[in-house]
């Protein structure tokens, strides 16, 4: 079992910038990608940005260029630092792990964490 808690949500106004933490703990053995995810009042969870222990990143297409994903201690923390931010990024923030098991990829998610854009 992998545990995961996200911390650094907020209120911001638009153009400013959050940070978001998520730290991995327990059997954190063979996780093969962190990423984040939001989603919106009476919205589907959407993919914001991925990042895979080799490094490799990915993004949607509306935050490309505004969030950065980072991760250290080989995806046992990652990070979204988010830049420029708009109304529409608001939404609760969720931190996903997949782990590698013998039975296939294991989904793990955190709590969620609020973040608001609003003058």
């Known amino acids: 079992q992998v545990q995961l808690v996200e911390s650094g949500g907020g209120v911001v106004q638009p153009g400013g910038s959050l940070r978001l933490s998520c730290a991995a703990s327990?059997?954190?053995?063979?996780?093969?990608?962190m990423g984040w995810y939001r989603q919106a009042p009476d919205e589907e969870r959407e993919m914001v940005a991925t990042?895979?222990?080799?490094?490799?990143?990915n993004y949607q297409e509306s935050v490309k260029g505004r969030f950065t994903i980072s991760k250290e201690n080989y995806v046992d923390t990652v990070y979204l630092q988010m830049n420029s931010l708009k109304p529409e990024d608001t939404g609760v923030y969720y931190c996903?792990?997949?782990?590698?098991?013998?039975?296939?990829?294991?989904?793990?998610w955190g709590q969620g964490t609020q973040v608001t854009v609003s003058s």
């Open positions: 990042i895979t222990s080799s490094g490799r990143s």
């Open positions: 996903k792990a997949d782990q590698l098991t013998s039975q296939g990829i294991a989904n793990y």
């Open positions: 327990g059997s954190r053995f063979s996780i093969v990608a």
